[in-house]
């Protein structure tokens, strides 16, 4: 239900009526910075107060004539507020309205994506802990590598979010800064106390310094925070995708009853949220690079960058949250196949045990390069004739004479492995294990 009506307010904010009630938020905001000011009289105050609104259909009627979507909302209000309305955008420009609602509207959709980036972290987190000690098959280049646990993978996506999370508020902060300066940011026609008053009310910063509009580097930082998040998702995504291909199958997604895989193919149980998740992320990727675009406009603004963010803003957002909301459903409902982990781990005939060799045969004295060559030797026999490794070096002579059946008993130990796993956690997730 949270993630109903979180996805339902990220749509609901979106709103092209939505958008046009925050320039009325931003400039019933400007109106009383005025009226604090005392250029403002109470009585026009409270008129504009009460009777400030707008339907949408009257701005869209005006717009096609006036082909200015502010001209046009603010005729719309004027219409409503009557007499007093020449008080409302006193000394502003567009941008003053436009720029500091952008703020606002991000920085309310950020926050609905830090809610659900947080619920991401505390499903991780229960997985990590979950399956802490849990042997897999660590894997490099896709093939066997040494053992790790299942419990460090899920640590290592939840330290990777953590940053995520970090770089979001970060983000979000650099986000949060309104701009009401006028028409090339030098407030010839306003006072910078208006500015602050209004920025007050709305919960926002007064940009130090702008021209016409915030500047895009603002903008630029947000959306490529959004772009690393939605890589960070894909990653994960690839990593589950992997791990759920037939000839591995470690781990499944939830399939529902009556839930279909293919329409050919009755059998068919495939990846589709971590598949449909990685494509998403290509979007998102791509939006941050038209949000870098816009950081170079002419002089003190053009509008080269109003209608690439018309589009972003809103798709990026909708679709970060939405990834966040389906990996979170895909993580809760994760099938984990201990069964096949360890069936995995033995596919390879015990040849992730070959460094442990290699060491304790360098510790014995042996040069480095005559102990790899044994090694190797015996790694390649067992891959190619499907045979033990820990059964053939108890039957090679010189490893034999150089480490003892106990010694060779403790190197074949897989435990060995994670006996850092706790440690490693705790620089995670501290002692709350």
Request: negative net charge; hydrophobic residues 40%; contains cysteine.
């Amino acid at each position: 239900m949270i993630e109903r009506y979180t996805r339902k307010e990220m749509g609901d904010l979106w709103t092209l009526e939505n958008r046009f009630r925050v320039w009325l938020e931003v400039e019933l905001a400007i109106c009383e910075a005025w009226h604090l000011l005392g250029v403002i009289p109470s009585q026009d105050m409270a008129s504009i107060r009460s009777k400030a609104d707008f339907d949408l259909d009257r701005i869209l009627e005006i717009e096609e004539q006036t082909k200015h979507d502010v001209i046009a909302f603010l005729t719309a209000v004027e219409e409503k507020v009557g007499p007093s309305s020449r008080y409302i955008h006193l000394g502003c420009t567009s941008s003053d309205i436009v720029d500091t609602s952008n703020a606002l509207l991000l920085y309310r959709a950020g926050t609905l994506i830090s809610r659900t980036l947080e619920m991401v972290l505390q499903t991780l987190r229960s997985l990590a802990l979950r399956h802490k000690g849990r042997l897999v098959m660590g894997r490099t280049h896709g093939i066997h590598a040494e053992p790790t646990s299942f419990g460090l993978k899920m640590t290592g996506f939840y330290a990777e979010f953590c940053r995520h999370e970090q770089r979001w508020r970060a983000a979000l902060e650099n986000i949060r800064f309104g701009k009401i300066s006028g028409a090339v940011g030098t407030y010839a026609h306003l006072q910078p106390e208006v500015e602050e008053e209004a920025c007050a009310i709305l919960g926002l910063e007064p940009d130090p310094v702008s021209t016409q509009i915030i500047q895009r580097d603002r903008y630029a930082q947000y959306f490529t925070s959004l772009a690393i998040m939605a890589g960070g998702i894909e990653r994960l995504c690839v990593e589950l995708r992997h791990l759920q291909r037939t000839e591995v199958l470690e781990v499944e997604e939830g399939f529902s009853r009556g839930q279909k895989g293919s329409s050919a193919m009755p059998h068919k149980k495939n990846p589709i949220s971590a598949e449909n998740l990685t494509g998403l992320a290509r979007l998102v990727r791509s939006n941050s690079v038209a949000a870098m675009e816009n950081m170079a406009l002419w002089h003190e603004r053009d509008i080269s960058h109003s209608s690439v963010e018309r589009v972003i803003m809103p798709d990026s957002t909708i679709l970060v949250h939405y990834m966040l909301s389906r990996l979170n459903s895909l993580l809760a409902n994760l099938r984990i196949n201990e069964a096949n982990m360890d069936k995995n781990l033995n596919l390879s005939m015990g040849l992730y045990f070959s460094q442990r060799i290699l060491l304790a045969l360098i510790e014995k004295g042996m040069q480095r390069q005559k102990a790899y060559e044994l090694v190797q030797n015996e790694a390649m026999y067992c891959w190619e004739n499907s045979v033990s490794f820990p059964a053939r070096i108890r039957e090679n002579e010189q490893i034999t004479s150089a480490l003892s059946s106990g010694e060779l008993d403790e190197l074949f130990d897989s435990g060995y492995y994670l006996k850092h796993e706790d440690l490693i956690m705790k620089r995670v997730f501290g002692h709350e294990q």
